[in-house]
């Protein structure tokens, strides 16, 4: 009941579009398992930011990866450096899928993925160029980093809603304070973190749970679902059984994200109490 009150609020929140830019967009096409890469057209908002979409379709079986990658990929950079009229460009990334077995697995997408893009324009009124240099990784049995350049130009016109975009956006990891899920309890202890879930919680948002990727300060830490333990209707999970397991010297409890990842969606929790 929750999770549907939130995706009729996304719908709700970017259903209400003021169009405005024509977009033309440069096409790339490579071998070693990339297909295309292209941006596709999206709208401007009533703050005046603008959604497009990066799409990138691959050969079949081919994947590349999520903003974590896991133990095993590529960690995808994006460039914006060489844009004119933008101030600022956010990646959206959807709920991305585990691949991989033992120790060699990856999260990230299979044959294609859409990306959202978030642009806030210097000046509304003027033209834009978006130069996106992405450096990312694809992989069916071996593993090719990859860099593409894209650009596209944006003009003052008319344009159409996009729902491929929408579909990607509606596919985030839900933000458990959207939906007014308990945030976790954390415990910090000889050099380990010990963070506990409310069961209901994390089982309403998503369905079998497969991995919790806990980012505290610039340290990733990866926890295979079978490794969390369940007790009196709380989902234990320690940084302990983590291939990465030395904790940042300073730690900020409000800072601390741990994203669930399961077979359908993803759940997004940011701070932890204790």
């Not at 709208?43 to 079949?60: C, H, S, T, Y």
């Not at 709920?95 to 893009?117: A, H, M, Q, R, T």
């Not at 926890?223 to 209707?233: E, G, I, L, P, Q």
């Amino acid at each position: 009941m929750q999770v549907s009150k939130l995706i009729s609020m996304k719908i709700f929140k970017f259903g209400i579009l003021v169009f405005g830019f024509l977009i033309s967009s440069s096409l790339i096409v490579h071998a070693n398992g990339l297909v295309s890469a292209k941006i596709t057209d999206g709208w401007i908002e009533k703050d005046q930011k603008l959604i497009f979409g990066l799409k990138i379709d691959l050969n079949k079986n081919w994947k590349t990866y999520w903003r974590l990658p896991g133990n095993a990929g590529l960690e995808p950079l994006f460039t914006f450096d060489k844009s004119e009229n933008v101030f600022a460009a956010k990646i959206m990334w959807p709920s991305p899928i585990i691949f991989g077995e033992d120790n060699l697995w990856s999260i990230g997408y299979k044959d294609s993925v859409l990306l959202p893009l978030e642009v806030t324009p210097i000046d509304t009124s003027k033209p834009i160029k978006l130069e996106i240099q992405a450096d990312i990784g694809l992989c069916e049995d071996v593993c090719i980093p990859v860099t593409l350049n894209v650009s596209y130009f944006a003009t003052p016109g008319q344009n159409q809603e996009n729902y491929e975009i929408l579909g990607a956006i509606l596919s985030e990891p839900i933000k458990s304070d959207d939906i007014g899920f308990q945030p976790p309890q954390c415990i910090i202890k000889n050099g380990e973190l010990i963070m506990e879930f409310n069961e209901k919680n994390v089982k309403t948002g998503i369905e079998n749970i497969e991995l919790f990727v806990i980012e505290v300060g610039s340290s990733v830490f990866y926890v295979n679902s079978k490794k969390a333990y369940v007790f009196d209707d709380r989902i234990t999970v320690s940084t302990k059984n983590s291939v990465e397991t030395e904790l940042p010297g300073v730690i900020s409890r409000e800072t601390i994200k741990t994203t669930i990842i399961g077979s359908n969606q993803s759940l997004e929790f940011v701070g932890c109490s204790g």
